[in-house]
């Protein structure tokens, strides 16, 4: 990379520079290796037909045409409207989830979008499985087993949003499944009473996480549904990929961090130590946003306003402030997530269930602008193993 190339970069903040006064051998400043590699694959992708194949599907160039959701600088714009004003604006996820399917934004806020379904829930699940991740499956598993046509089958899936908060917490859902809003479902399903600061924490949770563009489950929702499968076989495929430890077991991730950590005055000597093995610090440094993931100053700020007495949520603060300080790396949508479950006392693994529940309206948004689309999405594989060979003969029984 020529020098006027990456001072341009640095000057756009795409590339960062080094934690605090490190410097080369002969007094260089030192820039942040991921930064450039990244930026290199981008610009390899632009130079045929191989790069392309080998680098648009890591982090690379655009693969495939959608009015759902743009990223910019300033975060994900959906259908044009940027997710962070929609939260200081006040729209409540109702409305998001009314956007992203119909298009437009209401200006009355629309709650039937997900409140329209009965309470009941399918027959045969477990409340006492440990993870919100896995009610969620059983959930939908559930639900796909009931499911009778597939006219019915959108219906169904868009108004299963309505019975997701029983993954935050079973016991309590049956008190709150006639509730209007999904923000207050979620809190009395906690045991929480839904006050205005509540609500507020939590609309910005499901609003800001609702969709991403081709983020791994996004993307695993629209290769099912070219396929032709059902809107809660996209939803059951789509929770499988979030379930990994690199997408929503992120989450999780930063909660063993925080136990690890235990107590803010340790923060600092802790990603200390993590830095000096080079570990991964979870939470931290998203390859879309290099000045940092937008979505996660208002849902910390609210976190921080709201449970200011959580040890935990102490302990988090000062795990970012010792990460900006030490490795000059920003927060990421999951440690918001984290950060607002401290804020609410609720169990572990609710920053996971916030998540799933906001971005299922973004994968049936996917799902069905794939199958309007009306083509199965079958990528190929660039092969780099061995040249043809001859098959030899099996050896004769002995």
């Not at 590339?15 to 002969?26: F, H, L, P, S, Y």
């Not at 991730?253 to 570990?279: F, G, S, Y």
Request: glycine share 8%.
């Amino acid at each position: 990379m020529k020098a006027s190339t990456l001072y341009a970069y640095v000057s756009r903040g795409l590339v960062r520079t080094a934690k605090g006064d490190e410097r080369g051998k002969n007094g260089q400043k030192l820039y942040l290796r991921e930064d450039i590699e990244r930026l290199e694959k981008r610009a390899g992708a632009r130079r045929g037909h191989a790069a392309v194949a080998g680098a648009a599907l890591d982090w690379g160039e655009p693969v495939l045409d959608s009015r759902i959701t743009r990223i910019d600088p300033e975060g994900p714009r959906y259908r044009g409207f940027l997710a962070t004003d929609l939260v200081d604006r006040g729209h409540p996820f109702e409305s998001i989830v009314h956007l992203l399917r119909e298009g437009e934004l209401p200006v009355t806020p629309v709650l039937s979008a997900v409140a329209a379904i009965s309470s009941k829930l399918p027959v045969g699940l477990r409340p006492s499985t440990k993870r919100p991740i896995d009610r969620a499956t059983e959930l939908v598993a559930q639900l796909i087993f009931r499911a009778k046509s597939s006219r019915a089958d959108a219906d169904d899936a868009w108004k299963m949003l309505a019975l997701l908060p029983w993954i935050v917490r079973p016991s309590g859902f049956l008190r709150a499944a006639r509730l209007p809003t999904t923000a207050e479902r979620i809190l009395v399903a906690l045991g929480r009473t839904p006050s205005v600061a509540r609500q507020g924490l939590v609309n910005a949770a499901l609003v800001l996480v609702a969709d991403h563009e081709l983020n791994v489950s996004a993307f695993t929702a629209r290769v099912v549904a070219s396929s032709g499968a059902s809107l809660l076989a996209v939803v059951a495929a789509a929770l499988h990929a979030l379930s990994g430890a690199a997408h929503g077991g992120m989450c999780e991730r930063i909660e063993q961090l925080v136990d690890t950590v235990a107590h803010p005055e340790r923060a600092r000597a802790a990603i200390r130590h993590e830095a000096k093995l080079r570990r991964e610090i979870p939470g931290f440094g998203h390859p879309l946003y290099p000045r940092g993931d937008p979505r996660t100053t208002p849902l910390l700020s609210r976190a921080l306003a709201l449970g200011g007495k959580s040890e935990k949520l102490a302990t988090l603060d000062a795990v970012v402030r010792a990460v900006r300080a030490e490795l000059g790396l920003e927060p990421t949508i999951d440690l918001g997530l984290v950060a607002a479950s401290y804020a609410l006392r609720a169990p572990a693994g609710t920053g996971t269930a916030l998540f799933a529940i906001g971005r299922t309206a973004g994968w049936l948004a996917h799902a069905e602008e794939q199958r309007r689309a009306g083509y199965l999405l079958r990528p190929r594989a660039r092969y780099v193993g061995d040249p043809p060979r001859e098959t030899p003969p099996p050896s004769p029984p002995r």
